[in-house]
């Protein structure tokens, strides 16, 4: 059974820093590409990272790019994302998911989701 469980999430303020993990059972880890995707109130779930299962290829939205870190460790089976200067319009609920096949992009290609960690950024 696959397991996803994501932490780090919490209430910063405006240019701050967060690290989210996202801890992975069930599977051979390094096997599988991972991703980062995010939804907020409202809105449809939206890309934000994703990472190859060597850790040597990485993606990201645009709009994170050069703010957002994603990076793996596959002998603690963990994903990462360190977020930083972060703004009040990063505020969502973040989930770690394992990609099956198709683009790293969209979460149709993603298989197995977590249940979310919040992100609160307070201007």
């Known amino acids: 059974q696959v397991q996803l469980v994501e932490s780090g999430g919490g209430l910063v303020q405006a240019g701050g820093s967060l690290r989210l993990s996202c801890a992975a059972s069930g599977r051979t880890f390094s096997s599988y590409a991972m991703g980062w995707f995010r939804q907020a109130p409202g809105k449809e779930r939206e890309f934000v990272a994703a990472?190859?299962?060597?850790?040597?290829?990485?993606y990201y939205s645009g709009s994170m790019k050069g703010r957002f870190t994603i990076s793996r460790d596959n002998a603690k089976n963990t994903v990462y994302l360190q977020m930083n200067s972060l703004k009040p319009e990063d505020t969502a609920v973040y989930y770690c998911?394992?990609?099956?096949?198709?683009?790293?992009?969209?979460?149709?290609?993603?298989?197995?989701w977590g249940q979310g960690t919040q992100v609160t950024v307070s201007s």
């Open positions: 990472i190859s299962g060597s850790g040597t290829s990485t």
């Open positions: 998911a394992i990609r099956g096949q198709g683009t790293y992009y969209s979460g149709s290609s993603y298989d197995y």
